[in-house]
């Protein structure tokens, strides 16, 4: 449901979102380095410390990479040990549908509220998207019949109909959801598929793939050594960990990543309906998500 127009970043205001993600995530950094759970930047903010030393200049959020393991320790310290009265792991359940595939971990004292989620009663902090990579089988029967689970994760987890991957993929997204009525039941299979799929460890496997990123991305296969070790690098004037490997994983995933993209395409990526960096997204409710709409006349 879309109820406003995309919030626009006016003047120096992407410059200070930037900023409160990185203060976001050096809290994130600092539990996970405290309690020996591996984390590293991947996507966007991994080509901006190569190429940019920080942010790509019009990059909006934080993505990093969690082997499986680290990530369901994450899960499970957070909650116990956290600062939870002003950060939250958001965990994907039948109890908290967020449209994801993943967790995030999310400021409550700020807003970011992006256009698909204001139908949703869910944590709109900013957040930082962690992204889970798992171990992938060499056979490659196993590692077909792992892409079909992690489709079906992807898509009965997310609720969502796939429309950026073809016709053909949206047509059978919407059959599928159509077979499975009741949320119930579809998070039972998603839980299903989400073990299904993770059942290889990475430590049993040469390659590791990341399986909550939809139907481009986890087609890619790495080499595990590319992961084994983190280095620090300069981002924003402060160290941060990256994977060993970092030249290896962005070649498959971007190709030529220090190559600029057309003009038109440096922009920010999400479509956000209220930003606010300074008050809880709580006060924006029904203003700005779950807002009623306007009886039938």
Known sequence: MKTKEKFE???DFLRKLQLKNLEIYEVLLDFCQKNNINIFFCGGCLIGTIRNKGFIPWDDDIDVFMPRDDYEKLKELWPKKGNTKDYELVVP???NHTKNQFMTFNDNNTTFIKDYETD???NHGIRIDLIPIDGCPSSRLKRRIQKIWALTYSLYSTQVVPVKHGK???FLGRILLLLVPTKRL???IANLAERRMTKYKISDC????ELCCGPKYMQNEYKKEW???VIYKDFEGKKMPIPVGYDGYL???YGDYMKLPPKEKRVPEHDVVYCDLNNSYTKYKGKYYCVESEPTK
């Open 93 to 95: 359940s039948y109890n």
């Open 251 to 253: 070649s498959i995933a």
């Open 120 to 122: 949703l009663d869910i």
């Open 227 to 229: 992961f084994e070790e």
């Open 206 to 209: 040469s390659l590791i793939t």
């Open 9 to 11: 970043y006016k003047h």
């Open 186 to 188: 579809r998070w039972k």
């Open 168 to 170: 053909m993929v949206t």
